[in-house]
Protein backbone atom coordinates (compact mmCIF):
# COMPACT_ATOMS: atom_id res chain seq x y z
CA UNK A 1 0.00 0.00 0.00
CA UNK A 2 1.09 3.92 -0.67
CA UNK A 3 3.02 5.39 2.62
CA UNK A 4 -0.29 7.87 2.69
CA UNK A 5 -2.60 5.48 2.99
CA UNK A 6 -0.86 3.11 5.82
CA UNK A 7 -0.30 7.03 7.32
CA UNK A 8 -4.05 7.88 6.93
CA UNK A 9 -5.20 4.11 8.82
CA UNK A 10 -2.66 4.69 11.57
CA UNK A 11 -3.13 8.66 12.35
CA UNK A 12 -7.37 6.70 12.42
CA UNK A 13 -6.62 4.02 14.44
CA UNK A 14 -4.49 6.15 17.03
CA UNK A 15 -7.18 9.21 17.34
CA UNK A 16 -9.86 6.27 17.25
CA UNK A 17 -8.18 4.12 20.03
CA UNK A 18 -7.50 7.74 22.38
CA UNK A 19 -10.86 9.14 21.46
CA UNK A 20 -9.20 12.19 20.72
CA UNK A 21 -11.97 13.09 18.03
CA UNK A 22 -9.21 15.64 16.85
CA UNK A 23 -8.73 13.29 14.22
CA UNK A 24 -8.79 15.86 10.82
CA UNK A 25 -5.41 17.59 11.36
CA UNK A 26 -3.79 13.80 11.05
CA UNK A 27 -6.24 12.83 8.08
CA UNK A 28 -4.97 16.15 6.65
CA UNK A 29 -0.97 15.60 7.39
CA UNK A 30 -1.32 12.26 6.14
CA UNK A 31 -3.18 13.13 2.88
CA UNK A 32 -0.73 15.23 2.12
CA UNK A 33 2.19 12.51 2.05
CA UNK A 34 4.38 15.28 3.90
CA UNK A 35 8.18 13.52 4.61
CA UNK A 36 8.28 13.33 8.07
CA UNK A 37 5.21 11.84 9.35
CA UNK A 38 7.47 9.46 11.12
CA UNK A 39 5.62 10.65 14.20
CA UNK A 40 2.44 9.47 13.47
CA UNK A 41 3.48 6.18 12.63
CA UNK A 42 5.33 6.26 16.15
CA UNK A 43 2.00 7.00 17.75
CA UNK A 44 0.39 4.59 16.13
CA UNK A 45 2.82 2.24 17.98
CA UNK A 46 3.19 3.94 20.51
CA UNK A 47 -0.64 2.78 21.50
CA UNK A 48 0.35 -0.43 21.13
CA UNK A 49 2.71 -0.40 23.64
CA UNK A 50 0.46 1.83 25.74
CA UNK A 51 -2.25 -1.67 25.35
CA UNK A 52 0.63 -4.08 26.32
CA UNK A 53 2.02 -2.49 29.29
CA UNK A 54 -1.50 -1.84 30.26
CA UNK A 55 -2.25 -5.58 29.54
CA UNK A 56 0.39 -6.92 31.97
CA UNK A 57 -0.09 -4.10 34.65
CA UNK A 58 -3.58 -5.77 34.97
CA UNK A 59 -2.29 -8.98 34.54
CA UNK A 60 -0.20 -8.89 37.50
CA UNK A 61 -3.66 -8.10 39.46
CA UNK A 62 -4.49 -11.50 39.08
CA UNK A 63 -3.59 -14.92 40.68
CA UNK A 64 -0.59 -16.09 38.73
CA UNK A 65 1.50 -18.97 39.46
CA UNK A 66 5.16 -18.09 39.88
CA UNK A 67 6.05 -18.52 36.04
CA UNK A 68 3.44 -16.55 34.55
CA UNK A 69 4.24 -13.71 37.80
CA UNK A 70 7.67 -13.71 36.84
CA UNK A 71 7.10 -13.46 32.55
CA UNK A 72 4.33 -10.62 33.93
CA UNK A 73 6.16 -8.90 35.33
CA UNK A 74 9.74 -9.24 33.34
CA UNK A 75 7.57 -8.43 30.37
CA UNK A 76 5.46 -5.07 31.95
CA UNK A 77 8.94 -3.57 32.68
CA UNK A 78 10.27 -3.71 29.18
CA UNK A 79 6.66 -2.61 27.32
CA UNK A 80 6.88 0.51 30.35
CA UNK A 81 10.35 1.48 28.67
CA UNK A 82 9.22 1.05 25.06
CA UNK A 83 6.75 3.47 26.17
CA UNK A 84 8.90 5.85 27.35
CA UNK A 85 11.05 5.53 24.30
CA UNK A 86 8.40 5.96 21.89
CA UNK A 87 6.77 8.79 23.42
CA UNK A 88 10.51 10.65 23.91
CA UNK A 89 10.81 10.27 20.04
CA UNK A 90 7.84 11.37 19.11
CA UNK A 91 8.71 14.46 21.33
CA UNK A 92 12.16 14.87 19.62
CA UNK A 93 10.77 15.01 16.09
CA UNK A 94 8.15 17.74 17.05
CA UNK A 95 4.44 15.67 17.22
CA UNK A 96 2.22 15.75 19.66
CA UNK A 97 2.53 12.32 22.24
CA UNK A 98 -0.76 10.32 21.08
CA UNK A 99 -2.97 10.35 24.57
CA UNK A 100 -3.11 7.03 26.62
CA UNK A 101 -6.61 5.06 26.10
CA UNK A 102 -8.50 3.59 28.65
CA UNK A 103 -8.47 -0.29 28.21
CA UNK A 104 -10.93 -2.96 29.60
CA UNK A 105 -8.78 -6.06 29.53
CA UNK A 106 -10.91 -9.45 29.78
CA UNK A 107 -8.67 -11.71 31.25
CA UNK A 108 -9.49 -13.33 34.59
CA UNK A 109 -6.94 -16.43 35.14
CA UNK A 110 -3.82 -17.22 34.17
CA UNK A 111 -5.04 -19.20 30.99
CA UNK A 112 -6.89 -15.99 29.55
CA UNK A 113 -4.01 -13.91 30.75
CA UNK A 114 -1.46 -16.27 28.81
CA UNK A 115 -3.64 -16.60 25.72
CA UNK A 116 -4.30 -13.05 25.20
CA UNK A 117 -0.39 -12.36 25.49
CA UNK A 118 0.03 -14.65 22.70
CA UNK A 119 -2.03 -12.32 20.16
CA UNK A 120 -1.28 -9.19 21.51
CA UNK A 121 2.40 -10.08 21.10
CA UNK A 122 1.73 -11.48 17.78
CA UNK A 123 0.07 -8.60 16.82
CA UNK A 124 2.45 -6.04 18.07
CA UNK A 125 5.26 -7.75 16.09
CA UNK A 126 3.27 -7.57 12.73
CA UNK A 127 2.48 -4.14 13.63
CA UNK A 128 5.94 -3.12 13.98
CA UNK A 129 6.46 -4.97 10.64
CA UNK A 130 4.06 -3.14 8.42
CA UNK A 131 4.90 0.37 9.84
CA UNK A 132 8.88 0.00 9.63
CA UNK A 133 9.12 0.41 6.25
CA UNK A 134 6.89 3.52 6.11
CA UNK A 135 9.61 5.32 8.05
CA UNK A 136 11.38 8.11 6.69
CA UNK A 137 14.05 8.12 9.37
CA UNK A 138 16.86 5.64 9.53
CA UNK A 139 17.59 6.59 13.04
CA UNK A 140 13.68 5.51 14.05
CA UNK A 141 14.09 2.30 12.01
CA UNK A 142 16.75 1.63 13.80
CA UNK A 143 15.11 2.40 17.21
CA UNK A 144 11.96 0.89 16.38
CA UNK A 145 13.21 -2.47 15.23
CA UNK A 146 15.27 -2.36 18.05
CA UNK A 147 11.93 -3.01 19.80
CA UNK A 148 10.26 -5.18 17.74
CA UNK A 149 13.30 -7.83 18.09
CA UNK A 150 11.93 -7.63 21.71
CA UNK A 151 8.18 -8.18 21.04
CA UNK A 152 8.95 -11.06 18.80
CA UNK A 153 10.98 -12.60 21.86
CA UNK A 154 8.27 -11.98 24.00
CA UNK A 155 5.76 -13.62 21.27
CA UNK A 156 7.98 -16.40 21.13
CA UNK A 157 8.14 -16.82 25.66
CA UNK A 158 4.70 -16.45 26.04
CA UNK A 159 3.69 -18.93 23.19
CA UNK A 160 6.13 -21.48 25.21
CA UNK A 161 3.91 -20.82 28.26
CA UNK A 162 0.96 -21.93 26.39
CA UNK A 163 2.92 -25.09 25.75
CA UNK A 164 2.40 -24.15 21.62
CA UNK A 165 4.99 -23.71 19.20
CA UNK A 166 7.09 -20.29 19.71
CA UNK A 167 7.22 -19.35 15.94
CA UNK A 168 4.36 -20.57 13.95
CA UNK A 169 5.55 -19.43 10.77
CA UNK A 170 8.97 -19.19 8.87
CA UNK A 171 7.96 -15.10 7.82
CA UNK A 172 6.35 -12.71 10.49
CA UNK A 173 4.31 -11.19 8.03
CA UNK A 174 2.93 -7.14 8.40
CA UNK A 175 -0.61 -5.89 8.96
CA UNK A 176 -1.32 -2.67 8.23
CA UNK A 177 -3.13 -0.40 10.86
CA UNK A 178 -6.72 -1.31 10.49
CA UNK A 179 -5.88 -4.45 11.04
CA UNK A 180 -4.28 -3.90 14.73
CA UNK A 181 -7.44 -1.39 14.87
CA UNK A 182 -9.94 -4.36 14.57
CA UNK A 183 -7.63 -6.47 17.26
CA UNK A 184 -7.43 -4.17 19.93
CA UNK A 185 -10.61 -2.48 19.42
CA UNK A 186 -12.46 -4.55 21.79
CA UNK A 187 -10.02 -3.60 24.55
CA UNK A 188 -10.42 -0.02 24.72
CA UNK A 189 -12.88 1.32 27.41
CA UNK A 190 -15.57 3.74 25.63
CA UNK B 1 10.51 1.58 -9.13
CA UNK B 2 7.94 3.13 -7.20
CA UNK B 3 7.51 -0.21 -4.92
CA UNK B 4 5.38 1.88 -2.38
CA UNK B 5 2.73 1.21 -4.92
CA UNK B 6 2.99 -2.46 -4.43
CA UNK B 7 0.13 -4.55 -2.94
CA UNK B 8 0.99 -5.12 0.49
CA UNK B 9 2.95 -7.67 1.97
CA UNK B 10 0.44 -10.50 3.24
CA UNK B 11 1.05 -12.61 6.48
CA UNK B 12 3.06 -15.47 5.32
CA UNK B 13 3.57 -14.35 1.89
CA UNK B 14 7.29 -12.13 2.29
CA UNK B 15 8.91 -14.74 0.13
CA UNK B 16 6.35 -14.92 -2.64
CA UNK B 17 5.73 -10.89 -2.51
CA UNK B 18 9.37 -9.93 -3.38
CA UNK B 19 9.15 -11.98 -5.84
CA UNK B 20 5.45 -11.20 -7.57
CA UNK B 21 6.69 -7.34 -6.64
CA UNK B 22 9.33 -7.76 -9.20
CA UNK B 23 7.25 -9.13 -12.39
CA UNK B 24 5.97 -6.64 -15.04
CA UNK B 25 9.37 -4.14 -14.07
CA UNK B 26 11.58 -5.46 -16.77
CA UNK B 27 10.44 -3.15 -19.52
CA UNK B 28 11.28 0.02 -17.65
CA UNK B 29 14.64 1.77 -17.37
CA UNK B 30 16.19 1.37 -14.09
CA UNK B 31 16.35 5.16 -12.76
CA UNK B 32 19.63 6.13 -12.22
CA UNK B 33 21.53 5.55 -9.52
CA UNK B 34 19.68 2.25 -8.84
CA UNK B 35 22.14 -0.12 -9.77
CA UNK B 36 24.12 1.09 -7.13
CA UNK B 37 21.52 0.93 -4.31
CA UNK B 38 20.57 -2.61 -5.66
CA UNK B 39 23.99 -3.77 -5.30
CA UNK B 40 24.40 -2.45 -1.46
CA UNK B 41 21.02 -4.49 -0.91
CA UNK B 42 22.30 -7.29 -2.52
CA UNK B 43 25.24 -7.32 -0.30
CA UNK B 44 23.21 -7.44 2.61
CA UNK B 45 21.17 -10.02 1.26
CA UNK B 46 23.67 -12.07 0.59
CA UNK B 47 25.00 -11.85 3.70
CA UNK B 48 22.02 -12.44 5.68
CA UNK B 49 21.64 -15.75 3.17
CA UNK B 50 25.25 -16.65 4.49
CA UNK B 51 23.64 -16.71 7.98
CA UNK B 52 20.67 -18.71 7.12
CA UNK B 53 22.56 -21.44 4.91
CA UNK B 54 24.60 -22.11 8.03
CA UNK B 55 21.57 -22.35 10.60
CA UNK B 56 19.76 -24.28 8.18
CA UNK B 57 22.45 -27.11 8.10
CA UNK B 58 23.32 -26.76 11.81
CA UNK B 59 19.34 -27.88 12.16
CA UNK B 60 19.53 -30.11 9.38
CA UNK B 61 22.32 -32.16 11.57
CA UNK B 62 20.56 -31.83 14.52
CA UNK B 63 17.96 -33.52 13.51
CA UNK B 64 19.70 -36.23 11.82
CA UNK B 65 22.27 -36.75 14.86
CA UNK B 66 20.46 -38.60 16.88
CA UNK B 67 20.43 -36.76 19.93
CA UNK B 68 16.77 -35.04 19.52
CA UNK B 69 13.48 -36.63 19.90
CA UNK B 70 10.05 -35.98 20.56
CA UNK B 71 8.96 -32.22 20.65
CA UNK B 72 12.12 -30.99 20.79
CA UNK B 73 13.12 -33.23 16.90
CA UNK B 74 9.79 -31.29 16.13
CA UNK B 75 11.22 -28.07 17.00
CA UNK B 76 14.77 -28.52 15.01
CA UNK B 77 12.49 -29.74 12.02
CA UNK B 78 10.33 -26.49 12.32
CA UNK B 79 13.06 -24.69 12.67
CA UNK B 80 15.09 -26.14 9.79
CA UNK B 81 12.35 -25.92 7.52
CA UNK B 82 11.88 -21.96 8.64
CA UNK B 83 15.50 -21.38 7.30
CA UNK B 84 14.76 -22.81 3.97
CA UNK B 85 12.17 -20.77 3.60
CA UNK B 86 14.11 -17.92 4.75
CA UNK B 87 17.07 -19.17 2.01
CA UNK B 88 14.56 -19.63 -0.63
CA UNK B 89 13.40 -15.80 -0.06
CA UNK B 90 16.73 -13.92 0.61
CA UNK B 91 17.93 -15.92 -2.35
CA UNK B 92 14.97 -15.05 -5.06
CA UNK B 93 15.47 -11.24 -2.94
CA UNK B 94 18.75 -11.45 -4.82
CA UNK B 95 18.13 -12.01 -8.13
CA UNK B 96 15.69 -9.61 -8.59
CA UNK B 97 18.00 -7.45 -7.09
CA UNK B 98 20.17 -8.46 -10.00
CA UNK B 99 23.06 -9.76 -8.12
CA UNK B 100 24.11 -13.46 -7.68
CA UNK B 101 23.39 -15.41 -4.54
CA UNK B 102 26.21 -16.00 -2.27
CA UNK B 103 27.70 -19.94 -2.71
CA UNK B 104 26.41 -21.54 0.11
CA UNK B 105 29.15 -22.00 2.88
CA UNK B 106 30.45 -25.08 4.08
CA UNK B 107 29.51 -25.69 7.73
CA UNK B 108 31.71 -27.21 11.02
CA UNK B 109 29.89 -27.62 13.57
CA UNK B 110 30.07 -29.55 17.10
CA UNK B 111 27.78 -32.35 16.78
CA UNK B 112 28.55 -34.56 19.96
CA UNK B 113 25.91 -33.91 22.19
CA UNK B 114 22.51 -32.32 22.71
CA UNK B 115 24.16 -29.58 24.71
CA UNK B 116 26.84 -28.72 22.23
CA UNK B 117 24.18 -28.58 19.10
CA UNK B 118 21.80 -26.40 21.40
CA UNK B 119 24.66 -23.87 22.41
CA UNK B 120 25.75 -23.62 18.65
CA UNK B 121 22.43 -22.95 17.84
CA UNK B 122 21.20 -20.53 20.53
CA UNK B 123 24.61 -18.59 19.61
CA UNK B 124 23.97 -18.47 15.51
CA UNK B 125 19.92 -17.10 16.39
CA UNK B 126 21.35 -14.73 18.73
CA UNK B 127 23.51 -13.16 16.52
CA UNK B 128 21.21 -13.62 13.51
CA UNK B 129 18.73 -11.49 15.29
CA UNK B 130 21.59 -9.04 16.35
CA UNK B 131 22.90 -9.10 12.38
CA UNK B 132 19.59 -8.33 10.96
CA UNK B 133 19.00 -5.39 13.44
CA UNK B 134 22.55 -4.06 12.44
CA UNK B 135 21.72 -4.30 9.09
CA UNK B 136 17.71 -3.09 8.87
CA UNK B 137 18.80 0.37 9.03
CA UNK B 138 20.80 0.08 6.02
CA UNK B 139 18.58 -1.60 3.99
CA UNK B 140 17.62 0.68 0.83
CA UNK B 141 14.80 -1.03 -0.94
CA UNK B 142 11.63 -0.58 1.29
CA UNK B 143 10.41 -4.27 -0.49
CA UNK B 144 13.60 -6.10 0.87
CA UNK B 145 13.04 -4.15 4.06
CA UNK B 146 9.60 -5.62 4.48
CA UNK B 147 11.10 -8.91 4.03
CA UNK B 148 14.04 -8.37 6.48
CA UNK B 149 11.90 -7.62 9.06
CA UNK B 150 9.45 -10.16 8.47
CA UNK B 151 12.86 -12.83 9.03
CA UNK B 152 14.11 -10.75 11.85
CA UNK B 153 11.51 -11.37 14.03
CA UNK B 154 11.52 -14.74 13.34
CA UNK B 155 15.09 -15.28 14.16
CA UNK B 156 14.22 -13.30 17.49
CA UNK B 157 11.48 -15.65 18.06
CA UNK B 158 13.97 -18.55 17.44
CA UNK B 159 16.43 -17.01 19.55
CA UNK B 160 14.35 -16.84 22.52
CA UNK B 161 13.46 -20.61 22.06
CA UNK B 162 16.81 -21.54 21.74
CA UNK B 163 17.54 -19.56 25.24
CA UNK B 164 14.78 -20.58 27.29
CA UNK B 165 16.13 -24.45 26.47
CA UNK B 166 19.33 -23.43 27.77
CA UNK B 167 17.67 -21.88 30.95
CA UNK B 168 18.77 -18.71 29.89
CA UNK B 169 16.69 -14.96 29.76
CA UNK B 170 14.55 -15.02 26.35
CA UNK B 171 15.95 -11.17 25.90
CA UNK B 172 19.56 -11.24 27.39
CA UNK B 173 19.68 -7.64 26.57
CA UNK B 174 16.62 -6.02 28.57
CA UNK B 175 13.88 -4.29 26.86
CA UNK B 176 16.04 -3.36 24.08
CA UNK B 177 17.98 -5.68 21.29
CA UNK B 178 21.00 -4.67 20.61
CA UNK B 179 22.87 -4.76 16.42
CA UNK B 180 26.03 -6.64 15.14
CA UNK B 181 27.91 -5.44 12.85
CA UNK B 182 28.44 -7.10 9.19
CA UNK B 183 31.98 -7.25 10.62
CA UNK B 184 31.26 -8.78 14.03
CA UNK B 185 28.91 -11.46 12.49
CA UNK B 186 31.04 -12.53 10.29
CA UNK B 187 33.90 -13.53 12.44
CA UNK B 188 31.63 -15.46 14.56
CA UNK B 189 30.46 -16.96 11.15
CA UNK B 190 34.30 -17.80 10.71
CA UNK B 191 33.94 -20.24 13.92
CA UNK B 192 31.16 -22.60 12.27
CA UNK B 193 32.66 -22.69 8.17
CA UNK B 194 35.22 -24.45 6.48
Redesign the interface.
Known amino acids: ???ATFLLRATLAAAAASGTGAVAPFVARALAEQRGNDADILNFLLTLEYLESGFYDHALTLELGPEARALAE?LA??EE??VE?LEAAVRRLGGRVARKPAFLFPDRTETQFVKLAVALEDTG??A???A??QLTS??I??AT?????????????VR?RRGG???P????????ASQVAATIRPLIRR | MPV??R?????????TGLVVAGCGDDDKPAPPGATAREAADAEIVNFALTLEFLELELYRKAAASGHFKGSELKLIE??A??EQ??VD?LTAAVGKLGGRPVRRPVGRFPLGSRIQILKTAQRLENLG?AA??GQ??RIRD??V???A??????E??????LN?MLDKD??PT??????ATMAQVLEVVGLFTR
Open positions: MTREKHQHAVSYNGIPRERATTIVQIEARHAAAMQPADAFDGALD | SSKSFLKTAAATFEHQHAAYLARKDLAAVAIHSVARHAATTVTGAFAEP
